[in-house]
């Protein structure tokens, strides 16, 4: 039986998916490796890349005009600072590659000697030359996991392929491509004592680069229309527009999901006949609660100082600080965290938006101890209002304790409610986040099952800021007009103080503007 793949590359004997030469323009890629071409194939992680790789080097491989090798060379990250050891690796891997998929087993008798001769910075250039010349075909090299190594390895390496670009196709391979995560910004990188020093070109032969695409809404239709035509569950149409909106085309997210509805919910309920919108949304929540492998990966680069300049301003609504750099947002959007297609800044998609505060908050949130029960009425809804007051007087007295927990300082007021937000709600509901660049606030929205029904709280948190001159006026005006929006009759606006200042009482005003009612706290 086939299912939905979240690790490694994908197998069509065992996987729903889509083709992975569909997934690029194989012929604009046949045509660069015709041109005898060295580029660049880049994405972020688990988008399928690898998989790509792989069935391109095998379509090439069957067509006969090449003798095509993908090579993996992660393997040189743990012996990064003994260049020997490095080379090592990366000539075994290669030779043992050569002699499994192409039955070639030329690289392997000499990849020794010549290191031994060559030294770890002439190595890779002699034998790459030296199988050219015995090859009975023009040689086409796939690099993946470049970007696994850096620093004076990757000058090496960069600086061997260069030196025998010129020799190709006879003395030198007729094609080259480098795969990861970012494109290859080709700098020097030299390690010091005092840290790292960039400038000047080592590869300038670089003919192009091209990025993966993410699956687009016919494709995630595909993926999940194989597993229905197999099992007789049908979806329903709104399914394939949520996961779309859920995880923009991300291939490890939405086979993620499929999985977890597919192979681990049907199973597990058994009374699933047809996949619904529910079905979609509790799954994604199951994925963000267990901080999947992947998602934790990406949680761990939140603490980067290049991240943190471009995803904390996000968070509160601000603008980027004057030393963001283009390098800096290019390194977060090869990242994959955020979109920058459409020229405007945002969060790449909605589970990533979900999973980075909440990742952020989660130690904080461990620590804050309320019962649930002293924040619900005698119907089972939710008193906003008290939990509201509660934390006031929680900020107040804990402030700087607890702010200073938190990695992201700038935004620290704004996480420190939504982390005693979240650990009341984790009992029963959810919480929806909206949130981006320069909107000066941010808004959550309650979600708190209620007499069949959802009881929706809308909150909006907004700074004391030089940008706004009456946050409170700003802030009512907005908030009404959302509440309006989604037919919603009340609202609260959050009005965090500056820290420090004593001089402004905390308090919370109530009034009813066109039958809406708003209330507002200054924290």
Known sequence: ????????????????????????????????????????????????????????ADYLNKNGTYNCLYLNIESAYAAQKDPGMAMKSILSELSSRARDFLGDTFPETIASEILKEKGPNLALNELLTLWAKNSSKPIV?????????????????????RAGYDKRPHLFPHSILF??????????????????????????????????????KDEIKYLFMQYSNDTKVKIEEEVFTRLWELTNGLPWIVNALAYEICFEMIPRKKDIEKIKLKDVEEAAENLIQRREIHLKNL?????????????????????????????????????????????????????????????????????????????????????????LRLFQLFYKKHYE???????????????????????????????????????????????????DKNQNIVIDIRYIGDSLDDPVQT?????????????????????????GDESREQNVVSSKIDDTEIDVWQV
């Open 1 to 56: 039986m086939l299912f939905f793949n979240t690790a490694g590359p994908v197998n069509t004997d065992d996987h729903y998916c889509i083709d992975p030469l569909m997934r690029f323009d194989t012929k604009e890629i046949l045509r660069l490796i015709e041109e005898k071409k060295y580029f660049v194939l880049y994405a972020p992680r688990h988008s399928g890349k690898t998989s790509c790789l792989l069935a391109l």
């Open 141 to 161: 090299l796939f690099f993946d996991e470049i970007d696994s190594v850096e620093g004076n390895l990757l000058i090496s390496l960069l600086r061997q392929i």
């Open 179 to 216: 795969c990861g995560i970012e494109d290859l910004q080709y700098k020097k990188i030299l390690e010091t004592e005092k840290g790292v020093i960039t400038g000047g070109s080592i590869f300038n032969i670089k003919g192009k680069s091209l990025r993966l695409k993410n699956f687009d």
């Open 299 to 387: 949680i761990d680069k939140l603490n980067e100082e290049r991240v943190k300049k471009i995803i904390c301003p996000m968070l509160i609504g601000a603008g980027f600080p004057d030393d963001v750099t283009e390098e800096d947002l290019r390194y977060v959007y090869y990242l994959g965290l955020i979109n920058m297609n459409t020229g405007e800044v945002d969060i790449a998609n909605e589970i990533y938006r979900e999973v980075i505060p909440r990742a952020l908050i989660y130690p904080t949130q461990l620590l804050i101890r309320y019962n649930l029960s002293w924040y619900m009425e005698e119907d089972g809804s939710l008193n906003i209002r008290k939990i």
């Open 401 to 451: 304790q607890w702010i200073k927990r938190f990695s992201y300082k700038k935004a620290g007021a704004s996480l420190l409610i939504q982390a005693f937000l979240q650990r009341i709600i984790d009992g029963g509901g959810r919480i929806e986040r909206i949130y981006g660049l320069g909107r000066e606030y941010i808004t959550l929205i309650i979600q708190w099952p209620y007499r």
């Open 475 to 499: 802030g009512t005006e907005c908030l009404l007009a959302f509440l309006k929006s989604k037919s919603i009759a009340s609202g609260h606006l959050i009005i965090f103080l500056q820290s």
